[in-house]
């Protein structure tokens, strides 16, 4: 067996890779090593489930792993993953499991665990977990009998506690905005209508009606010509695109044009930042974020913090500094005032909401970030790692850096699961961007 957990918890083909039987050695693993209770009382665990028609399978495997572990379940059916996240912690459970694999296509599934107060797990976490399932760690497998077997029961009342929760963020009523959210078929279906209806938003949905087969089919925040044409032929104000499980958000505005997580990062951040609710004028992003969008926050007086690729290593980094909002390009954004993980109905109501307070268009608001030309290239080597090591590609990245100055940035970045070197350029121009960036893929795959 290969490395267990990817940069968002257990994930690979349902039934192939990621089988029932490795669903429930997962959630007995899981509920071993986080629920560390005195042994007087059942450790507790919510669980829930995107649409997808594997996810009634796998959840079957999850529940009847924790009950075997002597754990009490929760099953909260279908929700988003920060449903999930947020019933953990205000249900007072050990741990939560959801079931998702998130934006990937329906055949794949995956498993994403959270800790008591909904929080994601650290890599020593994963890591115990792990040794348990493989069996190195040299505890044995106990199993309770009788009455300590679990017990499993619905959560009543899950899905309005948590669209409750999220409605309370709303800092303005959306009234007069014209919406069109696309659901992606996932778990935002149940959800994200009633939210933005509920805060005052005139609503058009698409992607509402998951069957189990077409959750992310052609449709959703990694398929946006949908929303693009139903923007425009209702004369939308704003289109709102979620992913399977509901955990990101990207957004289009009424002309058709794309708004990535960058710059729905900066308009919350400058939101927050102008009210004095942005904790220490700080906030996280990752080495992926354009180079424009340091460029706004700098230009507002907001410091930027960078981070590894994942929407973990922003938590991380907001849970440690004690900041108040991070996020990714690909549209997680993380408000740990009110979130413990990337929820994209609390995204896209911020967003929503900053229009409506200011009376602005999506596009003018967006428009306070000027993204460089970027071009990314996937270099297949040999050996990753000699490439990082490498004296001639350290060299090449010291001339292009110079020669770009403070107008451009390089990034080379292995992959974490194949022989890949992700070279990524950005300059003032596109045609820059794109020869410096074949120069440097040459440099790589001379050495790799």
């Given at each position: 067996?290969g490395?267990l ?14 089988t ?5 050695s997962?959630a007995r693993?899981?509920a071993g090593?986080?629920a560390?209770?005195d042994g007087?009382?059942r450790?507790?665990?919510v ?13 079957a495997a ?6 075997s572990?002597g ?9 988003p993953?920060p ?7 205000q249900?007072?459970?050990d741990l ?6 998130s934006?990937n296509?329906?055949?794949?599934n995956g498993?994403?665990?959270f800790?008591?107060g909904?929080h994601?797990l650290?890599d020593?976490v994963?890591?115990a977990?792990?040794r348990q ?6 505890s044995?497998?106990h199993?309770?009998?009788?009455g300590g077997?679990?017990r499993?029961?619905d959560?009543?009342g899950?899905?309005?506690?948590y669209?409750?929760?999220v409605?309370?963020?709303l ?7 014209r919406v069109?959210?696309?659901c992606a078929?996932?778990s ?9 209806r ?10 509402g ?5 077409n959750?992310?089919d052609g449709?959703g ?6 929303l693009i044409?139903?923007v425009?032929s209702?004369?939308a104000?704003i289109?709102i ?6 955990d990101?958000?990207l ?8 708004v990535d997580?960058?710059?729905i990062?900066a308009?919350?951040?400058l939101?927050l ?10 906030v996280v ?5 354009n180079?424009g969008?340091?460029?706004t ?7 930027v ?5 994942g929407?973990r ?5 907001l ?14 954004l993380?408000?740990?005032?009110w979130?413990t993980?990337?929820d994209?109905?609390l995204?896209?109501l911020?967003l929503?909401s900053?229009?409506?307070a200011?009376?602005?268009?999506l596009?003018?608001l967006?428009s306070?970030v000027r993204?460089?030309?970027q071009?990314?290239?996937n270099v297949?080597?040999t050996?990753?790692?000699a490439?990082?090591e490498?004296?001639d ?10 020669e770009?100055g ?8 292995p992959?974490g699961?194949e022989?890949?070197?992700r070279?990524m350029?950005?300059a ?5 961007a794109d020869?410096?960036a ?8 001379a050495?790799?």
């Open positions: 067996m490395r957990f990817g940069t968002d918890g257990v994930r690979g083909r349902a039934n192939a890779g990621l029932p039987e490795l669903a429930l997962v693993a899981a090593v986080l560390d209770r007087t009382s450790p507790v665990a669980v829930g489930r995107d649409p997808r028609a594997s996810g009634e399978m796998l959840e999850v529940v009847a792993g924790l009950a572990a754990a009490e379940v929760l099953r909260v059916g279908v929700v993953t449903a999930v996240a947020f019933l953990t912690g249900t007072g459970a939560g499991v959801m079931i998702s694999a934006h296509p329906m055949p794949d498993i994403k665990l800790s008591r909904g994601k650290p020593a994963e890591a977990i792990e399932v493989t069996g190195r760690d040299g044995g497998d199993r309770p009998t009788g077997v679990g499993v029961r959560l009543s899950a899905v309005e506690d669209t409750d929760h409605l309370s963020a800092r303005e009523p959306l009234e007069g905005l069109v959210v696309d078929h996932g935002a279906s149940r959800c994200a209508p009633e939210v933005y509920r805060a005052g938003a005139q609503v058009h949905v698409i992607g009606e998951p069957d189990g087969w959750i992310n449709i925040s990694t398929h946006l010509g949908p044409a139903e425009a209702r004369g104000d289109g695109a979620h992913d399977g499980d509901a990101r958000c957004a289009v505005t009424a002309a058709g044009d794309v997580g960058d710059a990062l308009i919350c951040a939101a930042h102008e009210s004095g609710n942005l904790t220490d004028d700080t992003a990752t080495v992926m974020s180079l969008f340091h460029h926050m700098r230009a507002a007086g907001i410091k913090h960078t981070t590894a690729v929407d290593y922003v938590l991380e980094a849970r440690s500094r004690g900041l108040s909002l991070g996020g990714e390009q690909s549209g997680h993380v408000f740990l005032d979130a993980t990337g994209g109905l995204t896209g911020a929503l900053r229009m409506s200011t009376g602005a268009s596009a003018e967006a306070v993204r460089l030309p071009t990314l290239v297949p080597v050996d990753r790692l490439v990082v490498s004296d590609v350290a060299r090449a990245v010291n001339d292009v850096e110079a770009l403070e107008s451009g940035r390089v990034l080379l970045r992959s699961t022989q890949l070197v070279v350029v950005e003032p121009t596109q045609e820059q020869a410096v074949a120069r440097l893929a040459e440099v790589v795959a050495t790799g």
